[in-house]
């Protein structure tokens, strides 16, 4: 990936159009995780950051998801090439 962006879609409202661009990482993104039960997102990059994201999708077409950033862990010596949400 050379990409230093997060888009997140809303195949609801326009499939081929990012509903939100996220734009922490400096470098190339590599992964991305989804907790199992909680609304949470973490991503990681070439910069050695590794963020963590609270992520909720509505069952109410009318709101709009939430994304928002709440840590951010560095620096680490080298990139992530995975991530996991331990259960």
């Known amino acids: 990936s050379c990409c230093k962006r997060l888009n997140w879609f809303d195949l609801d409202l ?3 159009t990012p ?15 989804f907790h199992h039960s909680l609304p949470l997102l973490a991503s990681a990059a070439d910069d050695g950051a590794l963020y963590v994201f609270h ?8 709101k709009n ?13 080298s990139h992530a090439l995975d991530l996991a949400f331990h259960p």
């Open 65 to 77: 998801p939430l994304i928002v950033p709440l840590t951010k862990l560095q620096p680490y010596p």
């Open 19 to 33: 509903f939100k661009t996220l734009k922490y990482h400096e470098r190339a993104l590599r992964t991305v995780a």
């Open 14 to 16: 326009a499939p081929s």
């Open 55 to 62: 992520a909720m999708v509505y069952a109410d077409l009318a």
